[in-house]
C-alpha cells in the first residue's frame, strides 16, 4: 500500500506530489493514458512514487484526482465499487467554462456533493482554493497555505487533515460537506481575480488566507 494516490499529471498533481513527499509520504501517481508521463513527473519530483494509469488497482485509502470536475465523474465511474470506503479527495471547481460566469452545479449543491451522489467513497472538498504554483512551494509571501476542508465523515476529514498538516500546511475544516458550495464559490472568485490582467499580484500566485486575531 501507498500513503496517498494522485490522479493526473498536470500541475495541480505536481504540486499535491510536491507536498506528499515533503511530508514523507509514498505516492501512487496514475496519469489518464499515457503512463511515460507519470514517469516523467516522478522522475522530477524524486521520493518513493509509484506510476500506471487510470484504470490501475489504487493502491492507497486515500485518493486525490487532480483533475477537473467532469473527468472526476469518469474517474469515479471507472473504479465503481473500488471506491468504496476510501477517502476521494475533491479538489475540482466546476466552473462553467462556455460562460465563465459561474458554477456548473445547481445552486443548491457542489461539485463534492454531486460526486459523493455517485460513489460510495467518503468524498471530502479541499485545495480548490490553492493554486498549484503556491502549493509546490506551500507558502504564498511567507504565510502559510490554508488549505480549506469540508466534508461529512470525521475519519476521512481527519485522513486529509493529517495529510495537508504534515506537508507543511494549515488545515482548516469549515464544516460539512454541504459548505463545499461556499469554497467552490471562493475558488471560483480566486480564479476570476488571477484571471484579472487589471489584477497583475492576484495571477496565480495568491493564497485564500484566514488571519486570526491575535
Known amino acids: 500500500m501507498t500513503d496517498i494516490t494522485i490522479i493526473g499529471t498536470g500541475n ?28 516523467a513527473l516522478a522522475s522530477e519530483l524524486g521520493g518513493q512514487v509509484s506510476t500506471g494509469v487510470v484504470g490501475d488497482e489504487l493502491t492507497s485509502n486515500l485518493v486525490i484526482p487532480a483533475v477537473y470536475f ?4 469518469a474517474i469515479i465511474a471507472r473504479y465503481g465499487d473500488a471506491l468504496n470506503g476510501k477517502v476521494y479527495v475533491d479538489i475540482t471547481n466546476p466552473v462553467d467554462f462556455a460562460t465563465f460566469e459561474g458554477l456548473s452545479v445547481p445552486a443548491d449543491s457542489s461539485a463534492a ?17 490553492t493554486f498549484a504554483a503556491t502549493l509546490g512551494e506551500g507558502t504564498v509571501a511567507g504565510h502559510i497555505l490554508d488549505v480549506l476542508i469540508a ?12 495529510f495537508a498538516a504534515g506537508a507543511g500546511l ?7 460537506q454541504r459548505r463545499a458550495r461556499q469554497l467552490e464559490q471562493t475558488g471560483f472568485l480566486h480564479i476570476l481575480l488571477s484571471a484579472n490582467d487589471q489584477l497583475p499580484a492576484y495571477q496565480w500566485n495568491s493564497g485564500v488566507k484566514l488571519v486570526p486575531a491575535a
Open 113 to 129: 456533493e454531486e460526486l459523493q451522489k455517485i460513489t460510495g467513497a467518503n468524498v471530502v472538498k479541499a485545495f480548490n482554493t
Open 12 to 39: 495541480m498533481a505536481r504540486g499535491l506530489a510536491t507536498r506528499a513527499i515533503a511530508a514523507g509520504k509514498s505516492v501512487q501517481l496514475l496519469a489518464h493514458e499515457d503512463k511515460a508521463k507519470a514517469q
Open 151 to 162: 466534508g461529512d465523515d470525521e475519519a476521512a476529514i481527519q485522513a486529509v487533515v493529517d
Open 170 to 176: 494549515n488545515p482548516v475544516v469549515v464544516g460539512p
Open 70 to 73: 467532469d473527468a472526476a465523474k
